[in-house]
């Protein structure tokens, strides 16, 4: 969305979201024949003034969203050595022992765990055109960022947030090594997690589907 | 692939062994029902009744039959605390009185519409399209599509938290939302997943419900987004917001801000009563049009930010490779579609007999303007007639009549909305999105008639 359309919409957000409503509240009044002891309900307020004013260190507390500019990214750092350590104690019962997807039934009622590792196809991007193609960490996500937001965020899936921060930057660099992205000796931290550029990284588009004839 | 739904497979097996348990004890039974059902079809001037009467009628094992092999009937347990039990079903029921008033209702034992699969804690459960009527789906019928199962929250200790560029970061009860003025409206959810295991693994004895039951569509109430955010006060430079729900997937999307001022809400009910559970009690994000993952449940919250998060569920997973080599990413608005639910599998149709056909249609982007209906194959088209009211972002009902001529032949629905989307054919959806696409499987739905009028699902290729 442009600068111009969000300023804007926060202009029409100034007027109150209530002010259509209340204005269809006052057409369906009649035009002045109401009873001597009925009146228009008043406008409402600018503001309720509902809720709590929230805390630094609350929101501290539940913000834990990391995002590609590596806002989010706590201290700590972790090699693909130590995260082979953490995955296999940690990962390798569903995502099997390199990663390469599910290996046995997954848990009752969980879904198989998805393969993490492998590039191919190096050239091109043919998942459209291609079923039988598996997307992988190394082929298909496209900012290395989102693997430390969702690994902290969801995994392991049966005790989610119980990694520490370094053994997530560790798990990391062990899915971007695996997957050749970056070297076996490289140490991830949060300046050179956020410096990684992954290989899928230009092959996503905006939405370009509008309605109308013509099907995209 | 089954990170997202159930595979064809195990989906068309479960529907196929509740089909296995037919029992023949409960004939007089279901002929007393179906009489019930005729006789209020024939006092009804709608054709919703018709349309489920027909369904039952065709089916080669009716649902009636299928609902006396309840597992509590098999193994002697009594029925559940305000269910009917169909052997205390009377020969007349005018010569008795019926059993009295329950603090809730039950379903008659002759009708046992399910969800399935069950027992999914990441995946789904789809809702059994093909035996509701009208337009709106009961709470408990509503799908399931869950990322780490069912949270489970105390509304006591429920919290909203709206935060980063906003003048005023606020945390808002459960209390503070009901207090707020309210908003209802009815819309349709739909996984954008919806229809994936059609498109990739499809198999004839597929029912509407496996083909497309990851759709449901209610009356949402809530306080609406817009207003929300008036409290807080939107600072310049904000343009989305990063959502989080309170689930064990702690599941986060991104929206634009100009949908969340336009009509999106934080619903606290559906359909006259609180969320239940699995649908994100007790408050949820509700984005009338957008893909179903991005409206959080067990939202907790909102921070106001300058672009999207990239979260998994907008990059790895949600977005859609197309057939030119590149991904679609932020495919929010569901296109329009349609898919008829009866005759579809495992119904089937009498020849010369007056029937109609009757489904679903509903898109993203406004009201339904149109339905097409083919009894030929796609090699013409007459229009449905559309139940009325048709509201924008909601399942609207189309209907025909239709007498089949005996011959082989295949039934197609092709709905128009109001912006002048069409429908694709399957050939013209995977040209252009490519036979390895995901999500937004938009094309049109087939159903094959047998020639001994058995009903199946056309599997396109």
């Known amino acids: ?216 | 692939m089954r990170e997202e739904e159930p595979t064809g497979t195990q989906a068309a097996n479960s529907a196929g062994e509740r089909l296995a348990s037919d029992n023949p004890t409960t004939q007089v039974p279901r002929r007393v029902t179906r009489r019930g059902l005729l006789a209020a079809a024939a006092a009804s001037a709608g054709g919703a009744v018709l349309a489920r009467v027909s369904a039952e009628a065709q089916a080669p094992t009716s649902r009636a039959a299928q609902g006396a092999a309840s597992p509590a009937q098999a193994t002697g347990a009594p029925p559940a605390a305000g269910a009917f039990d169909i052997a205390s079903v009377p020969a007349d029921p005018t010569r008795a009185p019926g059993p009295p008033t329950s603090a809730l209702g039950a379903r008659s034992p002759f009708e046992t519409p399910a969800r399935t699969p069950i027992g999914v804690t990441s995946g789904a459960s789809l809702t059994p399209l093909h035996q509701l009527s009208g337009t709106l789906t009961p709470s408990d019928l509503v799908f399931e599509r869950h990322h780490a199962g069912v949270a489970l929250l105390d509304p006591a200790r429920y919290e909203l938290l709206i935060h980063g560029l906003v003048e005023r970061p606020t945390v808002f009860s459960l209390d503070d939302l009901h207090r707020l003025p309210s908003v209802t409206r009815t819309c349709f959810l739909e996984c954008s997943g919806n229809g994936r295991s059609a498109y990739k693994t499809p198999k004839r004895e597929m029912t509407p419900q496996i083909v497309d039951g990851m759709t449901s569509s209610g009356e949402w109430t809530g306080v609406p987004l817009a207003l929300l955010l008036h409290e807080v006060g939107v600072r310049r430079g904000a343009s989305w917001l990063r959502v989080e729900g309170g689930d064990a997937s702690r599941l986060a999307r991104s929206v634009p801000l100009e949908k969340a001022l336009d009509d999106a809400m934080i619903a606290y009910a559906f359909n006259g009563e609180a969320l239940r559970p699995a649908n994100g009690y007790p408050a949820r994000l509700l984005l009338p049009g957008y893909e179903g993952n991005a409206n959080i449940k067990w939202i907790r919250r909102i921070e106001l930010a300058d672009g999207p998060g990239m979260f998994r569920d907008e990059t790895s997973k949600y977005t859609d490779p197309l057939a030119n080599g590149t991904a679609r990413q932020f495919s929010l608005v569901m296109d329009v579609k349609s898919i008829i639910t009866a005759p579809a599998y495992p119904g089937r149709v009498t020849p010369n007999v007056w029937t109609q056909i009757t489904g679903l249609a509903w898109s993203g982007r406004g009201r339904i303007a149109r339905v097409d209906v083919s009894a030929d194959g796609g090699a013409s088209w007459l229009v449905a007639e559309l139940q009325d009211p048709v509201m924008p972002l909601a399942h609207t009902r189309f209907r025909l009549s239709w007498q089949w001529d005996g011959k082989p032949t295949v039934l197609m629905s092709r709905a128009v909305d109001e912006t002048g989307a069409i429908q694709p054919t399957f050939a013209e959806f995977r040209s252009k999105r490519g036979a390895g696409t995901d999500y937004h499987y938009s094309y049109i739905r087939s159903w094959a008639v047998e020639p001994d009028g058995q009903v199946f699902f056309r599997v396109d290729a």
Not at chain 1, 147 to 153: P, S
Not at chain 1, 164 to 188: F, G, H, P, W
């Open chain 1, 1 to 216: 969305m442009t600068t111009a359309l969000a300023v804007a919409l926060l202009g029409a957000c100034d007027r109150g979201p209530l002010a259509d409503r209340a204005a269809r509240t006052q057409r369906t009044l009649g035009g002045g024949r109401l009873p001597p002891d009925v009146h228009a309900a008043p406008a409402p307020p600018e503001r309720f003034g509902l809720g709590r004013p929230a805390t630094a260190a609350e929101i501290a507390a539940v913000d834990r969203d990391v995002t590609p500019d590596g806002h989010g990214l706590p201290p700590g750092k972790g090699t693909p050595t130590q995260g082979a350590a953490v995955f296999a104690a940690k990962c390798a019962a569903c995502h099997g022992p390199a990663g390469e997807g599910q290996v046995g039934a997954p848990p009752a009622g969980y879904a198989a765990a998805p393969k993490l590792v492998g590039r191919d196809p190096r050239d091109g991007f043919p998942f459209g055109q291609d079923p039988k193609l598996v997307k992988t960490v190394g082929n298909y996500w496209p900012y290395a960022t989102t693997v430390f937001d969702y690994v902290r965020r969801a995994m392991p899936v049966t005790a989610p947030g119980t990694l520490t921060n370094d053994e997530t930057y560790a798990v990391v660099a062990y899915l971007l090594a695996q997957n050749e992205i970056i070297d076996r000796n490289a140490v991830l931290d949060s300046a050179t997690l956020a410096a990684v550029k992954m290989p899928a990284r230009d092959k996503f588009v905006p939405d370009d589907r509008k309605g109308g004839a013509g099907f995209r």
